[in-house]
């Protein structure tokens, strides 16, 4: 009798979409009780699957918790980059793109509010694999974006802006944002929301 076996293509098409699934579930988690506490245990235990079929997919730890920064970063491009990248080149993208932002922080996709806020904090000083792929997505980030206001200054918009000093000034007031609406503050989030319009609009802090 022959034996009937799936196709490659499904097998591996299958295999991607469980990848998929438990990196994202693992972002989720991530966001809450950090990379480090990640547990192939309590996955399995959400997603009902086997410890085996994680541990078969991912081999480590360290593999499922680079997969969750992935994932993290997908979710980020899919719901700031993406939908900025739609607005002509210019000053209205790049406004276009930090209002994306800070929909991300008060509308966040997972529980514990902004990934990268979360595990940059976790891993900014644990040097090691993990830490460079937390890094090398923050700073991806912040280099795109600068880029975004280069091609706005090149077009005469934004003229006044430091690039670099920018999107840094950006990111704090962000991550302070991330930081206000995780404790219930709407009154901080709209003042950083309000600081990040006067550095864009370039008017004086404190005008």
Do not use: Y
């Not at 972002?27 to 506490?37: H, T």
């Not at 976790?122 to 993990?130: D, I, N, Y």
Request: proline share 5%; hydrophobic share 45%; with cysteine.
């Amino acid at each position: 009798m022959t034996q009937v076996t799936e196709p490659s293509d499904q097998r591996l098409a299958k295999g991607a979409r469980a990848r998929a699934t438990i990196a994202r579930r693992a972002a989720e988690l991530a966001s809450v009780e950090g990379l480090d506490g990640l547990s192939i245990g309590r996955l399995a235990t959400d997603l009902g699957i086997s410890k085996s079929g994680i541990a078969t997919l991912f081999g480590t730890k360290e593999a499922l918790q680079l997969a969750a920064v992935q994932a993290g970063r997908d979710v980020f491009v899919e719901r700031v980059i993406a939908p900025g990248l739609r607005t002509p080149r210019g000053g209205a993208r790049v406004r276009a793109m930090v209002d994306g932002w800070f929909a991300h922080i008060e509308n966040p996709p997972f529980p514990g509010g902004c990934f990268r806020v979360a595990t940059l904090t976790e891993f900014s000083s644990k040097p090691g694999h993990v830490r460079d792929a937390v890094v090398a997505d923050h700073n991806d980030w912040l280099s795109f974006l600068a880029d975004e206001v280069r091609k706005a200054q090149a077009m005469g918009e934004l003229v006044d802006a430091d690039p670099d000093l920018l999107v840094f000034e950006l990111d704090a007031i962000v991550s302070a944002a991330n930081i206000a609406h995780q404790t219930e503050d709407p009154a901080r989030v709209a003042a950083a929301r309000t600081i990040a319009n006067r550095l864009l609009s370039g008017a004086p802090s404190g005008t």
